[in-house]
């Protein structure tokens, strides 16, 4: 059974950093892909960067230049560094696994973790 537990949220004000990570178990980053979404109130999911084993990395445009995913594929985590954060950013995240590489393309996850707050002060 695969299962992806989030952590590193919390509260933290514009401009400020947090560094997210997503530990999984029950499944092999050497053929997989591994996204972060997120989900504001009021708001539907959205996805916010992907890494694949065969294609690289993803992200949303929102995001990109301020957000980096990467893995430890050696401590089955992936991380999801987010730097100059906006109130906008504040939301529930998931990190979501799946085994097939083309998954950030299809956004076909089939294991979610359970979330973790961010909230970003102005």
């Known amino acids: 059974e695969v299962q992806l537990v989030e952590s590193g949220g919390g509260l933290v004000q514009a401009g400020g950093s947090l560094r997210l990570s997503c530990a999984a178990s029950?499944?092999?980053?050497?053929?997989?892909?591994i996204g972060w979404f997120r989900q504001a109130p009021g708001k539907e999911r959205e996805g916010v960067a992907c890494?694949?084993?065969?294609?690289?990395?993803y992200y949303a445009d929102s995001v990109k230049g301020r957000f980096t995913i990467s893995s430890d594929n050696a401590k089955n985590t992936v991380y999801l560094q987010m730097n100059l954060l906006k109130p906008e950013d504040t939301a529930v995240y998931y990190c979501?696994?799946?085994?097939?590489?083309?998954?950030?393309?299809?956004?076909?996850?089939?294991?979610w973790g359970q979330g973790t707050q961010v909230t970003v002060s102005s």
């Open positions: 029950g499944f092999s980053f050497d053929d997989a892909a």
């Open positions: 890494i694949s084993s065969r294609d690289g990395t």
């Open positions: 979501a696994a799946d085994d097939s590489p083309i998954a950030c393309m299809t956004r076909l996850f089939d294991s």
